[in-house]
């Protein structure tokens, strides 16, 4: 049942994305033309949606929507002020993996590379602390925190320093399943930039402390031009990465005003 529920979100997800908002309003605006060709409400929709995939594919917007994010955590962790707080687990969630006879890198989608690599950096600087990867994968057999590990090897973690979780479905199954380690104690959370707002929220909402350490910024080095207004498959890729995000934190605030998350562990 669990695992209906959660498709069911995921599919309902991609419906109200900006490329399944044109979709829709296109194909009622197909319809209606076809269903009545003399009234203009089916050839108005379609013009619509064109209209909106234009604006959606344009950087300003996507950078726009990205940054409003991103800004909430602008900065990235340093290993002094991570240390000075007494963090000693650095929890790295993965972003999406790929199957097939790949290297470790090349496994990993850039946004679960791009994270490790930040918390290697700040497991590099910190001593005696754990580098806890977090992810498992609903769609495939491979395993993200797996290929994370594999990857974490080849660049010199021992084994010993890594702690993973291989189990999770998506960011409120990596709270819920790091609650036990994490519990009562300041941690690094290690995720992009654009996901930190939701990835703070989930993991506060399981009563831990997390310390934002952001990484995989996309509107850092944007900078306004003509080039701004011309459309990309790059900038749709933002607005529907921030449009996820946004309906993943009205998600989250949905469940805690049903009841939240359980504070503490039962048994």
């Known amino acids: 049942m669990a695992f209906l529920g959660f498709m069911v979100k995921k599919f309902i997800s991609r419906l109200v994305l900006p490329l399944g908002q044109v979709l829709v309003l296109w194909l009622v605006g197909a319809l209606l033309w076809w269903r009545r060709p003399a009234k ?43 240390s000075a707080k007494g963090v000693r687990d650095i929890v ?7 199957q097939g006879n790949l290297t470790a890198a090349d496994r990993l989608d850039s946004s679960s590379l791009k ?27 491979a395993k993200q925190g797996q290929a994370m590990i594999a990857l974490a090897l ?65 509107s850092k080095d944007f900078r306004l031009g003509l080039f701004s207004f011309l459309p990309s498959a790059g900038a749709l890729q933002n607005c529907e990465h921030a449009v996820h995000e946004y309906l993943g934190l009205m998600w989250q605030r949905f469940k805690q005003d049903l009841g939240g998350a359980p504070k503490e562990e039962t048994s």
């Open 92 to 98: 790295v969630l993965a972003g999406g993996v790929g």
């Open 154 to 218: 080849e660049l010199g973690v021992p084994r010993e320093a890594i702690v993973s979780e291989n189990a999770s479905w998506d960011t409120e199954d990596q709270a819920k399943l790091l609650k036990q380690r994490l519990d009562g104690r300041p941690f690094a959370l290690v995720t992009s930039a654009i996901h930190m707002p939701r990835s703070m929220a989930w993991f506060q909402e399981y009563g831990l402390a997390p310390v934002a350490a952001p990484c995989d910024f996309r």
């Open 115 to 141: 994270r490790l690599l930040e918390g290697v950096r700040l497991w590099q600087k910190i001593p005696g602390s754990k580098l806890v990867l977090s992810g498992g994968n609903i769609d495939t057999d």
């Open 40 to 82: 203009r409400t089916g050839p108005l929709l379609m013009v619509i949606a064109g209209l909106w995939l234009l604006v959606m594919s344009m950087p300003i917007t996507g950078q726009g929507l990205v940054y409003s994010l991103e800004a909430r955590n602008w900065n990235y962790a340093t290993p002094a002020a991570l």
